[in-house]
Structure formats: structure tokens, C-alpha cells
T-cell receptor
Framework: NAGVMQNPRHLVRRRGQEARLRCSPMKGHSHVYWYRQLPEEGLKFMVY????????ESGMPKERFSAEFPKEGPSILRIQQVVRGDSAAYFC????????????FGQGTRLTVV | AQRVTQPEKLLSVFKGAPVELKCNYS??????LFWYVQYSRQRLQLLLR??SRESIKGFTADLNKGETSFHLKKPFAQEEDSAMYYC???????????FGRGTSLIVHP
């Protein structure tokens, strides 16, 4: 089991472009969580998804950010019209059966907006 | 609102010295506390949780509800302990952990 896979590891975008971050959960895991880590800050929860459903998006910015976890394929965190303040490390975690089970983290995607 | 505070951004010690990484939290109920570790170029992984009261890699952490702390301790640091350490809290009302900003531990030879 390769663990949670995130790609790309590093992503550079110009202001106004779109950023797509991918997360493949561990085999058998159907629960995915996205976190953002801004410089000098802790990991901040963004969104919790279960296959094809958004369970909790209380940490997602209201505009430009969206997430999906389709029936087939990885979970995608999409940021439209990126701004410099979106530069951060984005971490994905997955768990087998919900938040009360241990979540395993990916290595993160570092987004830099220039 | 729940909050996790790790006051030290960086902690630097010599091999064999005792280590204490501080974590304070604010939450009025009964929280569940965790420590996560991220070694260089590796992914974040769970180190220990307070409910299991176990010692992992020589690290222990005791939940002190009076002081609202969950400090991580190790009596004799090793070079391989050098990593980022994150304290996290999960409360009954929110099943998603809240993380502190992390403390970078550097153990010198």
C-alpha cells in the first residue's frame, strides 16, 4: 500500500490561473480530508469528503475554492483565479471509516503563486 | 472555539538531553489530544494519542486538564528525533482535529 499520494508535490501558478491538486487515498479508504498550512501557521482544516459527497466544508473559503471526490479517481482540490495569499502547503489525509479512525496523511502539495 | 498553541517554533538540544515540546489547548469540554510527527521529506504521521497512554519511540505525553496542557517529553533525545512535531486536538463537537503550528526539534550530535 503506497499510502496517500498527492500530486504534484510542487505547483507554481501565476496570479489568475487555476490550480488543481490531486489526492489518491490509501487503498480501501473512502474518507478524505484536505488541510492547508499557511506559512508560520498550523494545519487548518478545509473540507471533509466521502465518495461523491461533501460532508463538511466549514473550513473552505467561500469563493474560488472547490473540492470533489468522484466515484472513480482521486480527490481534487481546485483553486480558481489564484492569488498570492493562496501560496501554502496543502495536505490531504484519508481514513478507512470516518474521522474517528486514524487518518493517514499525504506528503502535501506546495503551491506557489507568482 | 478550540485552539492549540505550540509556543516554541524551534527547539534545539544536544543528543542525550531531555526534551519537552510544549502544547497548550483551549477547550471547555473533554478533548482528545494527539501528537503528530513529520520527519524530513516524509509525510505527517501519528505519534501518539493521550487515550492510549502509550510510549512511542521513547516519547510520552500526559494530558493535564488543570493546566490544559499536553506536553511531549523524552528523557534522552536522539539525532533521529529531529523533525516537526504537531500537537492536535479533537473535541466531541468537532470530529476534525485542530492542529497547532508545529515545533521544529533539532537534535545536535
Amino acid at each position: 500500500n503506497a499510502g496517500v499520494m498527492q500530486n504534484p508535490r510542487h505547483l507554481v501558478r501565476r496570479r489568475g490561473q487555476e490550480a488543481r491538486l490531486r489526492c489518491s487515498p490509501m487503498k480501501g479508504h473512502s474518507h478524505v480530508y484536505w488541510y492547508r498550512q499557511l506559512p508560520e501557521e498550523g494545519l487548518k482544516f478545509m473540507v471533509y469528503l466521502q465518495k461523491e459527497n461533501i460532508i463538511d466544508e466549514s473550513g473552505m473559503p467561500k469563493e474560488r475554492f472547490s473540492a470533489e471526490f468522484p466515484k472513480e479517481g482521486p480527490s481534487i482540490l481546485r483553486i480558481q483565479q489564484v492569488v498570492r495569499g493562496d501560496s501554502a502547503a496543502y495536505f490531504c489525509a484519508s481514513s478507512l471509516s470516518g474521522p474517528n479512525t486514524e487518518a493517514f496523511f499525504g506528503q502535501g502539495t506546495r503551491l506557489t503563486v507568482v | 472555539a478550540q485552539r492549540v498553541t505550540q509556543p516554541e517554533k524551534l527547539l534545539s538540544v544536544f543528543k542525550g538531553a531531555p526534551v519537552e515540546l510544549k502544547c497548550n489547548y483551549s477547550y471547555s469540554g473533554s478533548p482528545e489530544l494527539f501528537w503528530y510527527v513529520q520527519y524530513s521529506r516524509q509525510r505527517l504521521q501519528l505519534l501518539l494519542r493521550h487515550i492510549s497512554r502509550e510510549s512511542i519511540k521513547g516519547f510520552t505525553a500526559d494530558l493535564n486538564k488543570g493546566e490544559t496542557s499536553f506536553h511531549l517529553k523524552k528523557p534522552f533525545a536522539q539525532e533521529e528525533d529531529s523533525a516537526m512535531y504537531y500537537c492536535a486536538l479533537k473535541s466531541g463537537g468537532s470530529y476534525i482535529p485542530t492542529f497547532g503550528r508545529g515545533t521544529s526539534l533539532i537534535v545536535h550530535p
